[in-house]
């Protein structure tokens, strides 16, 4: 991430306990400034849910919209669907610590948390790792690359049931299996 996006900080030092909701559109913009490119175009509503206790803080993370992606396999760009949720718990330590994907442990006195890095990992890992355009799944798509597979795929033997094809010495074998 090139520079912290400070208007995804959180001020939790000055709500009151109980449940906070904040919402954000997240664009091409974001992504930018993890400098991660792979996405086309990005529309996606992300909700978090702040739910402030005496002596820690739960996130709810939940991401709806689409990403506009390349397809593996015809690499035609199409809408891939996004809903995806995320729960991160915050408590308080001596020191930072982020090493469990769960648990976020900020340092007593801090007065507010970044949620740009949660939102960027729940978005980009509720992705499948293969890609695949709706119109591939169902036959409906019609594009050069895919005609070109077609085209130079192997043809399909076609199963023949001609006695003239069939070795002899099979049928004698068959015939032990069915003399009992």
Known sequence: MKKPLKEYNIQFIGLKDGKHDFKYTIDNTFFKNFEFDE???VNIQQHVTLTKKPTLLELHFRAIGTVNV????SSEYYNESIDSEFDLIVNFGDAFND???????LPHGEYEVNIAQYIYELIVLSLPVKRVHPGVLDGTLNSEILNKLEELSPKK????ENVEDIDPRWDKLKKLLTDK
């Not at 090493?99 to 442990?105: H, M, S």
């Open 70 to 73: 390349q397809c593996d396999v």
């Open 39 to 41: 996405f086309n175009k």
């Open 99 to 105: 090493e469990n994907e769960a648990i976020l442990i």
């Open 157 to 160: 033997l076609e199963h023949k």
